[in-house]
């Protein structure tokens, strides 16, 4: 899987539930495939489980499943290392490298992210960006995508006549022969599974669905790319200056708005708030939208829906994370949990007297703790 880059374009209202009969049905069958092979890999562990003198004393349906468990990892390894060689290859550099549980940051230097704790649906995922505006083209994005599924049915193709060599040998190589087999099926399962063009129930496509809708699309902006890369948890700062500049400038521009946001509240302007978000959009945008919602309009809903849908702030982005802040406690008073919007008010009132910079906070801080008293 790659991380998304891209949103699919709505279709029309006659065809929509033609089509999504058709999705489910195309979802179906790689599925099944795969499954199949699962049950093949299942099969080829409990032979030697069976067959294997190891199995002696140890439950053979324990050593199976650790078996299955521990050779379907390998096989997204595998596939993820597919996509990152792909992008080597094409001279992009990858971000982020994800299997299971486990998220790499790898830029500037290896650490394990930040971005560790936010879910993704697949087993795991590559985030690559162009190094530089010349690079960013469609060809690269699609061959990093092939990448994976590549090395997936490489990968089954190249283990699989080797198991069939080990089997009958000795002990040891009949335990290797069946995990062998195991895994070539495991990795047959993971390439039919990206390479059978169809989008998950999110509607997040696979790597040959992401592949197919590149063909004669633009390339991502750079602000598309900067996105993603911010939605993990990566800082702006380190980002290619091509990446980097334009982010720059959105966030400096953002931060600007909400500025003139917050002092528009403090100066009880609502109407002035409102109009300068006329025509606006980003998750900067969408906060100060929520804050309007959940702190002026007593719409807790709908701020909370508003939330909801948020990306991730750039690294250190304090007023979208204090309008946040005062959204939330607004929100987590109306569903009636008003000592835990207090204390949230109150750790949130200590942070910004902290910091005399922005006078303006504390006009907001007080329209906050008013509208708690009022709704005791
Ligand atoms: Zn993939």
Redesign the pocket.
Known sequence: ??APSSHAKLPGMGAVRTKAAWRAVNRAIPRAIATLLGFLAVIALVKTAVESQWADGWPAALLVFVGAFALWWPAIFI?ELG?AIAAHLVGWRVWIFCVGPFVFELHPRLRLSRGALLEHDVGGFVLPAPKTAAQNTQWRDAVISAG??AASFAAAALVYPYALALDGGAEIEQVLAGALLAFSASSLACAVL?AWPHAGKTGRPN?AASILRKIGARPASPLTHGAALMHYGLDPKHFDPWIGAPVANAIHQQTTLAEQFVEAIAQDDVARAQDLLQGAAGDAVQVMRAYLDACIANDAAGGEAKLAALGAFPAGWIIGARLRQLALVAIIAASGERDDAAKRLTRLAQDISRDSTHPHWNALIDRASAQLQSCA
């Open positions: 899987m790659r596939h996509h994976g599924p990206t790597d």
